[in-house]
């Protein structure tokens, strides 16, 4: 068995490897060449924990091997991202390049899986496209749509464990790419069709959007009701049937604060309640802005002679990862500093050596001298500062990640 991947990133990488390692011959696809480079060096080129010393085995294996262009193959997966352009609409540009560039290699038998996240209705797009440039085919292959459910920083376990919705474009399909999958998924394997897998990628990460900003609206009622967020949402997740999520500094990275998106574009009228859960999400990380910026107005009222210094702690888009994509801290940062260039800043992210453009301070330091502290990102090293020390009282703490619930 021979497997094409086209789409050497943050999901595509890591099943090349996985899949190389249960007896497929892999043949990994990326137009960077740079990736392409890095990946037969086995140097891995995304952070991933374990993923170095297993790329390292398997390139040792000569199971897999990366290159610019697909070739011949019995299986081809395309995992390249479908970003959004102007107005929030899906920009399926990359899967439709990634399809066009594998039909002179299809023939008789083959399996063809998308698994970037995509609109409904892309999967049997992608079939039209590849039939009316080779209808001879019609029937003859394979085609399913198989969304990747991968927890950054967990990747290989899950990768291995968790189920897997598998929507073929008829029921042959569906089985063929079951079977594929079958070769190293441990968890279930879940049979539909591409439209409903499709809509079930973006389901999942629409849900946690919406929990995520009901905890997020809680968040600013409890501020106006005088209560206390971390402490309520504990209280009421003790009921049997009341699960709540966390607030926070709003929703970052480049999936959850982007797939609703790929619903409300389809679904304007309809899709309202996810429209708003985006909506509330985005305006969290303003109001958190808002609230930094207060704090320094009060401490130049009850200092006027003082220049406030401003510890912001955490700019990755979750805790203890290192990754800065679409992360509201970022964006909390930028607007507090551009809007007020009289205090002085500490930045702070133990995660990452640099960051463009901004000196960084160590966790230490910047708790032990910053007249206002924002914790923008519940990193672990921060759960460790003594919140009750001796300056308790001459420092202001705006906790809205919850480092100290
Ligand atoms: N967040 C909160 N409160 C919470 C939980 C998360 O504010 O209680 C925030 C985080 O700080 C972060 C954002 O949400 O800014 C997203 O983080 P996340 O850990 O919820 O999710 P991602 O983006 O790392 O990964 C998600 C996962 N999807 C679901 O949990 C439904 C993952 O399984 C998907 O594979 C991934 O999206 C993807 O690639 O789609």
């Not at 043949?27 to 086995?42: L, Q, R, S, Y």
């Not at 560039?101 to 209705?121: Q, R």
């Not at 003790?238 to 500094?249: D, E, F, K, S, T």
């Given at each position: 068995m021979k497997a094409c991947f086209i789409g050497l990133g943050y999901i595509g990488l890591p099943t090349?490897?996985?899949?190389?390692?249960?007896?497929?011959?892999?043949?990994?696809?990326?137009?960077?060449?740079?990736?392409?480079?890095?990946?037969?060096?086995?140097?891995?080129?995304?952070v991933e924990p374990?993923?170095?010393?297993?790329?390292?085995?398997?390139?040792?294996?000569?199971?897999?091997?990366?290159?610019?262009?697909?070739?011949?193959?019995?299986?081809?997966?395309?995992?390249?991202?479908?970003?959004?352009?102007?107005?929030?609409?899906?920009?399926?540009?990359?899967?439709?390049?990634?399809?066009?560039?594998?039909?002179?290699?299809?023939?008789?038998?083959?399996?063809?899986?998308?698994?970037?996240?995509?609109?409904?209705?892309?999967?049997?797009?992608?079939?039209?496209?590849?039939?009316?440039?080779?209808?001879?085919?019609?029937?003859?292959?394979?085609?399913?749509?198989?969304?990747?459910?991968?927890?950054?920083?967990?990747?290989i376990y899950e990768l291995v464990h968790n189920d897997r919705v598998i929507g073929g474009i008829n029921d042959a399909s569906t089985r063929k790419a079951s079977m594929f999958y079958g070769k190293f998924v441990k968890g279930h394997l879940h049979p539909t069709n591409s439209r409903t897998a499709e809509m079930c990628k973006l389901t999942e990460n629409s849900s946690r959007d919406v929990q995520i900003a009901f905890a997020n609206e809680l968040s600013m009622i409890c501020e106006q009701a005088g209560i206390n967020v971390w402490e309520l949402i504990r209280?009421?997740?003790?009921?049997?049937?009341?699960?709540?999520?966390?607030?926070?500094?709003?929703v970052g990275g480049h999936c959850i604060a982007v797939d609703p998106y790929f619903i409300?574009?389809?679904?304007?009228?309809?899709?309202?309640?996810?429209?708003?859960?985006?909506?509330?999400?985005?305006?969290?990380?303003?109001?958190?802005?808002?609230?930094?910026?207060?704090?320094?107005?009060?401490?130049r009222a009850d200092n006027p002679d003082k220049t406030p210094v401003v510890a912001l702690m955490g700019v990755a888009f979750k805790p203890d990862i290192d990754d800065l994509r679409e992360s509201p801290a970022r964006?909390?940062?930028?607007?507090?500093?551009?809007?007020?260039p009289e205090a002085r800043y500490m930045v702070v992210e133990p995660y990452v050596d640099q960051l463009n453009g901004l000196p960084l301070t160590d966790v230490d330091t910047a708790w032990q001298q910053a007249d206002i502290v924002a914790f923008l990102t519940a990193h672990t090293p921060f759960k460790k500062l003594d919140c009750k020390d001796s300056r308790s009282g001459s420092r202001e703490v705006l906790d809205f990640a919850g480092v100290f619930k």
């Open positions: 090349a490897i996985i899949a190389a390692g249960h007896d497929i011959e892999v043949i990994g696809v990326d137009i960077n060449p740079a990736i392409v480079e890095k990946t037969n060096a086995a140097r891995l080129h995304i374990g993923l170095d010393e297993l790329l390292k085995k398997t390139i040792a294996s000569g199971k897999l091997r990366a290159q610019t262009t697909p070739e011949p193959a019995d299986a081809f997966f395309i995992v390249v991202p479908t970003p959004f352009k102007d107005g929030h609409q899906p920009d399926i540009s990359y899967v439709e390049a990634a399809t066009r560039s594998v039909i002179p290699h299809l023939k008789e038998g083959d399996l063809f899986v998308i698994e970037s996240t995509s609109p409904v209705g892309t999967t049997e797009q992608m079939a039209d496209i590849i039939f009316a440039e080779r209808p001879e085919l019609k029937d003859k292959i394979y085609i399913a749509y198989c969304p990747e459910r991968v927890l950054p920083g967990n990747v209280l009421a997740n003790r009921h049997p049937r009341v699960n709540i999520l966390w607030p926070g500094a709003g409300t574009a389809a679904f304007p009228e309809t899709a309202r309640l996810i429209a708003d859960a985006r909506d509330i999400n985005n305006s969290k990380a303003q109001w958190c802005a808002d609230r930094i910026e207060n704090a320094i107005l009060r401490f964006h909390i940062i930028d607007r507090v500093i551009e809007r007020n």
